[in-house]
């Protein structure tokens, strides 16, 4: 049995992973099959995270995070966890592959998944012009119109990075003011190959094979109308991932993990969360690594208060005997 299997594979899983093989806990990291590495995998240039003053690629940051956790000692199973048992002292972790594993404590770090319009055409279309990751496609825009939907900070970095390829990137928002922060507003303003379409929401996405545009309505008058498009980005935000912890851990109105305060306890003893899975409100790299930290010394103190515990027990009954 393990002492932590660590759930996640972005700057929280890995983080908290650097931490728990430091103390020597062993601990095993399931990193998906899909998206190792997290969102960052999907992120061009890092400016924000402390120590790279010259930025950093996303998925370098993501490499040597890695590397970091597995120098010292982690192991990282390339798997996806299929469920997921927390009742009692052992908690079973059940992978795609059939195997199970047990431990003592989880950390359960599996981030947040892009937001769906969830509008007509989006899902048939995906893939064949409608994306969620610019760095993935944008290559596949070169000199062709394309729209970003969003009006936070990913739709201002996508329009922007989607500049480099595309001949015209409009941005549709549905209000008339960003949720972007200044820098990022500002970079997207002052690139003339950016168009804002101001309170505006796709209705629906429109094509045969592939997309060809989009039908739009005004959220102001409600108005429709047409918009020619060869793809559309959409850039509206994430999901906390917590489907395999439905009904096992409490969550919060904003569907996020409950966690106790400042720790990263969950409602159910020996399992801890941390990253975007908590977190409706920051949700940045450098905020998922340190509540790692805070995992990871969680997790620590746990098993140490169970290794007391379990020493404990003998010593109390070894006083019983005594005054027996
Ligand atoms: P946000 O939640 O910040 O923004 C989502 C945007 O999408 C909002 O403008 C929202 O509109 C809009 N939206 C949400 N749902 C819909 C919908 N159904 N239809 C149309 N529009 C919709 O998400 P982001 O992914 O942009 O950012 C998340 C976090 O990650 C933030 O903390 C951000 O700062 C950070 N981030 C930082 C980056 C960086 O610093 N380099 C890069 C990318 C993200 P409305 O405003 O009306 O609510």
């Keep these: 049995m393990r002492q932590v299997i660590i759930i996640g594979s972005g700057p929280a899983g890995f983080t908290a992973a650097i931490y728990a093989a430091r103390a020597n806990l062993k601990p095993l990291l399931v990193a998906s099959t899909v998206e190792v590495g997290g969102e960052l995998m999907n992120t061009t240039e890092v400016e924000n995270f402390p120590g790279f003053p010259d930025g950093i690629q996303g998925p370098d940051l993501m490499a040597k995070m890695q590397q970091q956790a597995e120098r010292f000692g982690t192991e990282v199973l390339y798997d996806d966890v299929v469920s997921l048992d927390v009742d009692g002292t052992v908690k ?6 059939g195997a199970a594993h047990e431990a003592s404590t989880i950390i359960y770090a599996t981030g947040s998944a892009y937001r769906k319009l969830g509008v007509e055409g989006e899902e048939r279309l995906s893939g064949y012009g409608v994306s969620w990751c610019a760095t993935c496609d944008g290559f596949f825009f070169r000199e062709k119109t394309i729209a970003v939907v969003g009006g936070g900070d990913s739709a201002m970095e996508e329009a922007t990075f989607l500049t480099r390829f595309a001949s015209k990137v409009y941005v549709i928002h549905r209000k008339d003011t960003l949720r972007a922060s200044k820098i990022m507003q500002e970079r997207a303003f002052a690139n003339e190959k950016i ?16 997309v060809n545009g989009v039908r739009l309505r005004s959220t102001t008058d409600g108005s429709t109308r047409e918009l020619a498009l060869d793809g559309l980005f959409i850039a509206i935000g994430n999901d906390p991932r917590t489907h395999l912890v439905h009904g096992k851990l409490e969550l919060t109105s904003e569907g996020t993990i409950w966690v106790d305060g400042r720790s990263s306890r969950t409602s159910v003893p020996g399992v801890f969360a941390a990253g975007d899975v908590i977190d409706p409100t920051y949700r940045q790299a450098a905020t ?25 027990v003998p010593a109390a009954e070894a006083a019983e005997i005594i005054a027996r």
Aim: negative net charge.
């Design 92 to 97: 079973k972790v059940t992978l795609g592959s």
């Design 195 to 210: 168009e804002f379409i101001w309170n505006t929401e796709v209705e629906e996405v429109l094509g045969g094979d592939s």
């Design 288 to 312: 998922a690594a340190g509540s790692g930290v805070v995992a990871a010394l969680d997790a620590e103190h746990f098993l140490a208060d169970l290794e007391d515990a379990s020493v404990e």
